[in-house]
């Protein structure tokens, strides 16, 4: 594997990030799966959960986000994954590799209810899919997005004439 870390991107690793905050975001949203997230919460031995997230949780987990899409953006690189399938490839096979195996050894041996896990096992679905997806495509999404900025300076410049 190319260990060169100047073919990672860090605007790509920053939207990606952002992009996994917003997903999780919604995922444990009281319009997807926040309701029953805390039901399950709620099911654990007492006096192991409480309502109110407590706020060093709230700042460790954007660290947590950071730390996986950095590592995922490292993985993009040095596969040399730039095609949308590859992405996708990858984040299937990083998902069941990591977090699902994870979620189960936590469901299997600590007792973790299995729709809990597999409420995150959702979560981190559709986050590395996304993830892999931003950081694969971002030459081309930075592209498109100045081939639109300087077809808008074109026609402005023209208009202006």
């Not at 997903?23 to 919460?41: C, D, H, N």
């Not at 971002?138 to 592209?143: G, L, P, T």
Request: aromatic share 14%.
């Amino acid at each position: 594997m190319d260990h060169n870390i100047s073919r990672v991107n860090y605007w790509a690793i920053v939207v990606a990030c952002l992009a996994a905050i917003l997903v999780s975001t919604i995922w444990y949203s009281p319009f997807a799966f926040g309701k029953q997230w805390m039901e399950l919460r709620s099911a654990e031995p007492a006096g192991t959960t409480d309502a109110t997230m407590p706020t060093w949780k709230m700042l460790v987990d954007p660290v947590r986000e950071l730390i996986v899409v950095y590592v995922m953006a490292r993985f993009v690189s040095g596969l040399r994954i730039a095609d949308w399938k590859g992405a996708i490839s990858l984040g299937l096979w990083v998902w069941l590799g990591f977090p699902v195996q994870m979620l189960v050894g936590s469901s299997l041996w600590d007792n973790k209810p299995w729709t809990l896990s597999l409420i995150h096992a959702g979560d981190w679905f559709v986050k590395m899919l996304l993830i892999s997806l931003v950081l694969s495509q971002w030459q081309r999404i930075s592209n498109l997005l100045a081939f639109r900025k300087s077809q808008r300076w074109r026609n402005d410049t023209a208009s202006n004439s």
